[in-house]
Nanobody, 114 residues
Framework: VQLQASEGGMVQAGGSLRLSCAASGNIISMNDMGWYRQAPGKQRELVALISRGGSTNYADSVKDRFTISRDNAKNTVYLQMNSLKPEDTAVYYC?????????WGQGTLVTVSS
């Protein structure tokens, strides 16, 4: 399974950005898909998770601002980020679970300026 994430970018505080991550390869059934992030000097943390059935889970810091969604037909997961804050600045990684294995995307930098 290979993951291809969209490019991040730089936005001003209060702005929006949408990330996507498409999985390809010999895919049978994708289970959980999610987004993590790692800010400079900090550990990688969960941002949002979505099950195959559509159940979602969010970090408290992004609730009501970020929305995770997926398109099972395209094996793609999305992260809509609104009301961005400087503290959202980080490298964002997608992660998918498939047939008992976990796969990580290459990471994409999101920078939020104040």
């Amino acid at each position: 399974v290979q993951l291809q994430a969209s490019e991040g970018g730089m936005v001003q505080a209060g702005g929006s950005l949408r990330l996507s991550c498409a999985a390809s390869g010999n895919i049978i059934s994708m289970n959980d898909m999610g987004w993590y992030r790692q800010a400079p000097g900090k550990q990688r943390e969960l941002v949002a998770l979505i099950s195959r059935g559509g159940s979602t889970n969010y970090a408290d810091s992004v609730k009501d601002r970020f929305t995770i969604s997926r398109d099972n037909a395209k094996n793609t997961v999305y992260l809509q980020m609104n009301s961005l804050k400087p503290e959202d600045t980080a490298v964002y990684y997608c992660k998918v679970s498939h047939e008992g294995w976990s796969y990580w995307g290459q990471g994409t930098l999101v920078t939020v300026s104040s």
